[in-house]
């Protein structure tokens, strides 16, 4: 079978480890400093302001003050690059505007920018950036070399901005360029198994459901280790003394392994997303496991959002090169709650119950493959794939028109109001792309954590910076 493709200009990011001297370090340093400083005046700013004015100032207001800030009081601003600090304040309004969008769409009420802290987000955004064979040149920074070289990591592109960002102890540049790319034409759906459902587990194992069949990709051994060092080096972590060099030592350490696990999550991740891209019509997903569990942030489920974060961001591109389709489920859309066998809804599911039961219909299933199977449903009806060739009879009737099947009865179905409201929000944030690509980001597209990541599962070592800060 040949598929039709066509050159597009595409948007894609190139991450570069750097190899920093002692002295590029410390500006390295200073850079993301004073980003984290603007933003954070940024946000002390519109807040006072707020509580004075009831308004916030606007962002032209903020870059003026700022440059008022810089001759008064901050003269060592001077010292890197303009754009960090103008930059900062244009993050910060973006985090005001999706804050506001998002209590317009009544979506989960949080949100609201916070200020950043040391060691946590350790980023900053420059223009002017340019690329030679081994090197990157930074403004105010100079000639950084770079840990591969750009052949190594097939470069190739128009670099629209750079983003510095430190991990652990390394620092890393991410381009984000624009180039023509030959795309793939959006691939029809032929048979019931071009339509996969996906749940990430609690661990990174991922469970894909085709209609008939589910398969369950489990992560390797060693990250499943390393997880389990990290939880323990996080109870360490919590138990020395806040100042003293051991705590610093400890959470050093902490960082690398973070890491580390991102890596090889991102690694396992890479490969799934190219898969299903590759082979697939339709992949769908849900949105981030924040669904009312907010306040039980445990270190499994960060690593789960993040994990799920970073699928959907390399399912977003990757979907558009090999021309399959994406859909994201709702926030509100209860995959893992709902029976696969008869629909009906649980008032609650407890994370650590790995087997869903249904009380009405009796089913018992593993609790990942029951979502999926939920996920995979809500594709085939959201994109109206009616008529399959096969495996029909996995559409359920709508629930919503309620169908009574007796066997529902006893227990509550999927509340009409919830799914009404989630369709609200959904409508709000909704963005398609030319191959219908249904993705419903959380932020402007123009953000370059959102911009796709380079190459497909060769690209280890990688993480996304976006997808977790260092800790949960
Ligand atoms: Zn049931």
Known sequence: MCSISEKRLIKQTFRFELDPNRAQRVMLAKSVGASRF???????????????????????ELKSRLVELKKTECPWFYEVSAHISQQALVDLNWAFERFFERLKSQGPKSGFPRFKKKGRHESARLYEVSLEARHIRLPMIGRVRLKETRAERGFDGRILSATIVRRADRWFAALAVER??????????????DVVGVDLGL???????????????????????????????DRQLSRKQTGSRNREKAKLRRARLHYKVSCQRNDFLHKLSSELARTKSVIVLEDLHLKGMQRNRSLALSISDAAMGGLRRQLAYKSEWYGARLVVAGRFFPSSKTCSGCGVMKETLSLHERVFHCSACGLSLDRDENAAINLRRYGVKELGIVPLPEGLREVTPDREEGSGSTLGRRAKPASVTQEATARRARGTTRRSTPNGVLVRFRGGTNHPAEYPHPRGP?????????ASGPSG
Do not use: F, M
Request: aromatic share 4%.
């Open 38 to 60: 603007v933003y954070n005046w940024g946000l002390a700013e519109s807040q006072r302001e707020y509580e004075l004015t009831g308004r916030r100032p606007r962002l032209s």
């Open 180 to 193: 023509e790319r030959e795309v793939v034409v959006a691939k029809p759906v032929k048979r019931a198994s």
């Open 203 to 233: 661990t990174s194992a991922a469970v894909i459901h085709d209609g008939t069949e589910t398969r369950t990709l489990e992560a390797s051994r060693r990250l499943r280790k390393n997880l389990t060092k990290l939880r323990r080096l």
């Open 458 to 466: 060769r690209s280890r070592g990688q993480s996304d910076e976006s």
